[in-house]
Structures are given as structure tokens and as C-alpha cells.
């Protein structure tokens, strides 16, 4: 099954914050994290196009004798147009995963009821965390967390409920008063309107592939290459 070996691909980077963490943190710039999908994108797409498409031509070409004797021509068509489907079906399964994979990640910055969202960088999370582990003694009992991580006021509240963290933001902002308004840059819109940008090109990346026939037959007179 040429399939096989690709099955497990995915149109969005692995470990997509992570990727982007590692590099600069969270929340990042929304710039950054597009390339850093764009790039993917399009590195798999042409994985499947190239490498994935080429393979199935390729095992068509070689035993074109199964079904390429008379009693079969007749029905090439059909058998094609089957071909055809199998492959679309694959790819939207990939796409679907993909899409998913997309929408865990963002559900990752969904914030609890009652939860508010705070400016809580990568490195404040880890200390915050520890903040609400260190209320605890090894025996689970409550103890007395270390004064210097109760000083920050937007730690203490951590103590002993790390279910209180405040995961960060997704995406950096720049606020600033100008002629008497606040400007957000990117704006919320701009932020909404690149994301789902993102959604629609995980959709239509792979929306449209050659089908098998179009390089094993001429298309003037229907003979085998």
C-alpha cells in the first residue's frame, strides 16, 4: 500500500507551540507562527504530490499487463474513476486530521469559565507552576510555599491550585494610546481573519491532484504511454 508510508503526515507542524516556544516564547508573533505553517504546508504537499503520486503512477506503469488485457479495457474507465476516489478519500482524511490538529491547538488558549487571561509568558507559567506544586508537602498535605513565589501577586493566587494557572496568550499584541484611542496592532480582526485564513488553506492545499490516468495514457488517442 503506497499509502502506508504517508498516512501518518500532517499538513500542520508537530508540536506547532512548542516549535514556536522554543524559538520565542508564548505568545508569539502571528507573522512567525504563519510562516512557521505556511512552510510546512507546503513542504508536505509536495511530499504527496512528488514522492506519494509519483510511487502510485509508478506501480500503475509497472503492471499495466493486469490491467491492460482486453477483457478489462472496457471498463478502464470505471476502474480509474474508482482509483480516483480512494486517493480524494485519503487525502481528505489527512485534511480532516489535520484540521483537528489545527483546532486542539488553539483550544489549548480556551480559557475557563470565570478564568480571565493574564500576560503570563513561558517562563512565568514554569514558576507560577511551581508556586502551585510547592503548596503541597510530599505527603500531599498543605505547606508553606517559598516567600519569594508569593511576593508577585499574580503568583500567590497559584498556591496550592494549579488549576488556576493562566494559560498565556496565543499571540503577541503592541497597545498603544494614539490621538486619544487605544490601538491594539495586530487588531483582534486582523488576528481572526490570519487564523482562519489558516483553516482555509489546510482545506485547499490538497483539493485538487492529478488523477492517475492523465500520466500513463495519451490524451490525444488513449494510448498507453
Known amino acids: 500500500d503506497a499509502w502506508q508510508e504517508y498516512s501518518g503526515l500532517s499538513l500542520v507542524a508537530d508540536k506547532a507551540g512548542t516549535l514556536v516556544a522554543e524559538s520565542a516564547g508564548l505568545p508569539c ?18 511530499t504527496l504530490r512528488e514522492q506519494w503520486f ?14 491492460m488485457n482486453s477483457k ?20 481528505r482524511d489527512l485534511t480532516t486530521r489535520s484540521i483537528h ?8 488558549f480556551r480559557l475557563a469559565p470565570g478564568q480571565s487571561q493574564g500576560a503570563v509568558t513561558a517562563a512565568e507559567a514554569e514558576k507560577a507552576g511551581e508556586a502551585a506544586h510547592s503548596g503541597y508537602t510530599v505527603d500531599g498535605q498543605p505547606g ?13 493566587d497559584f498556591y496550592g491550585d494549579e ?16 490621538n486619544g484611542a487605544v490601538e491594539i496592532s495586530p487588531s483582534f480582526a486582523e488576528i481572526e481573519r490570519q487564523v482562519l485564513d489558516l483553516f482555509d488553506r489546510l482545506v485547499d492545499c490538497l483539493a485538487s491532484v492529478d488523477r492517475v490516468e492523465s500520466k500513463l495514457f495519451s490524451s490525444s488517442k488513449g494510448k498507453f504511454y
Open 54 to 67: 509519483g510511487e502510485v503512477v509508478d506501480r500503475f506503469h509497472n503492471n499495466r499487463a493486469a490491467f
Open 101 to 108: 490538529q489545527m483546532e486542539e491547538y488553539f483550544a489549548r
Open 29 to 46: 508573533e502571528l507573522d512567525k507562527f504563519r510562516e512557521l505553517q505556511s512552510s510546512h504546508r507546503v513542504r508536505v504537499c509536495d
Open 163 to 178: 488549576s488556576k494557572l493562566t494559560p498565556p496568550a496565543a499571540f503577541q499584541v503592541t497597545v498603544a494610546f494614539q
Open 72 to 91: 478489462q479495457q472496457d471498463h478502464l474507465e470505471t476502474f480509474f474513476a474508482s482509483v480516483a476516489t480512494l486517493m480524494e478519500n485519503q487525502l
Open 144 to 156: 508553606n510555599p517559598p516567600e519569594e513565589l508569593l511576593e508577585d501577586e499574580s503568583k500567590r
